[in-house]
Each structure stands twice: as C-alpha cells, then as structure tokens.
C-alpha cells in the first residue's frame, strides 16, 4: 500500500519540476520581448512564438502526471519494483524538463535580441530551439515507456 507514495512522488516531482523550468522559461523570453520591443517592435508576433516554446516542457510534464495517474488508479496493488520505476520516471523527466526549458528560454531569448538589433534569425533560432526540447521528449518517452 505504502509503494503507491513513492508513485505520487515522482509524480509530484515530475509536474512542479517542469512546469516550473517551463514558468520560469516562459518569463525569460517575455523579458527579452519586451525589452527587444523597445528597439523594433515589428517582432512582436515572431517573438511570442519563440516565448512559447519553454512551455512544452510543462505539457510534458502534465502529459506524464496524467498517464501515470491512471495507470496508478488503476492498478490494486503496485509492486515496490514499479513504483520505483514510476518515481525515477518522474523525477527524470522533472528534472530535464526543468533544465531544457531554462536553457531553451536562453537560447530564444538571445534569438529575440538579435532580432530586435534587424537580423532576420527568427527560422534559424526555431531551428536551434528545438535540440534542447528533443531531449524533453526522450524523457518524457522514457517516463511513457515506465508505464
């Protein structure tokens, strides 16, 4: 009975972890907007797109919390075995949720300041943008295949 504990655990970690670095992302590339607004403030549609691409991470995160949530209601019994694999799950993909979303956020938002200072790199920071995302997605198919 106690194992479903060390579920909700990783889950919990899971959720707060990378909507957290997807928050804090989030703000990041709001800060550059609003500042690069200031110099050109024609990239106000370009730079918003960029500012929502931390906030995946936190998707991902929800996206697990869910899966895991019912495949945990489900089940009458979970075995100390699973509920370890489903707290790593979580933990690991709250934590590079997290750490990709702060570094994808500072990455946009170096994209944005260039973009306020006339060069066109908007496609090439997209293009950038999504290595540090790949790796939310490896995780967050890793927590999947734990289930």
Same mark, same amino acid.
């Given at each position: =009975?106690?194992?479903?504990?060390?579920?909700?655990?990783? =889950?919990? *970690?899971?959720?707060? =972890?990378?909507?957290?670095?997807?928050?804090?992302? *989030?703000? /990041?590339?709001?800060?550059?907007? &609003?500042?690069?607004?200031?110099?050109?403030?024609?990239?106000?549609?370009?730079?918003?797109? $960029?500012? !929502?691409?931390?906030?995946?991470?936190? $998707?991902?995160?929800?996206?697990?919390?869910?899966? =895991?949530l019912?495949? &945990?209601? &489900?089940?009458?019994?979970?075995?100390? #075995?699973?509920?370890?694999?489903?707290?790593?799950?979580?933990? !690991?993909?709250? /934590? *590079?949720?997290?750490?990709?979303?702060?570094?994808?956020?500072?990455? *946009?938002?170096?994209?944005? #300041?260039?973009?306020?200072?006339?060069?066109?790199?908007?496609?090439k920071?997209?293009?950038?943008? &999504?290595?540090?995302? $790949?790796?939310?997605?490896?995780?967050?198919? !890793?927590?999947?295949?734990?289930?």
């Amino acid at each position: =009975m106690y194992t479903f504990y060390l579920a909700y655990a990783g =889950m919990a *970690v899971m959720l707060i =972890m990378s909507c957290i670095g997807s928050s804090i992302g *989030v703000t /990041i590339g709001g800060n550059a907007t &609003v500042s690069s607004l200031k110099k050109n403030p024609d990239i106000f549609g370009q730079s918003m797109i $960029l500012c !929502a691409l931390p906030s995946t991470q936190g $998707l991902y995160g929800f996206a697990g919390f869910f899966l =895991m949530l019912n495949k &945990v209601k &489900v089940l009458e019994e979970l075995s100390l #075995n699973s509920s370890l694999a489903l707290c790593a799950a979580g933990i !690991a993909l709250g /934590i *590079v949720g997290l750490y990709s979303a702060l570094k994808q956020s500072q990455l *946009v938002a170096n994209g944005i #300041n260039e973009m306020a200072n006339g060069h066109d790199v908007f496609g090439k920071t997209l293009i950038l943008a &999504v290595f540090p995302e $790949l790796y939310a997605i490896l995780a967050f198919a !890793a927590a999947f295949l734990a289930l």
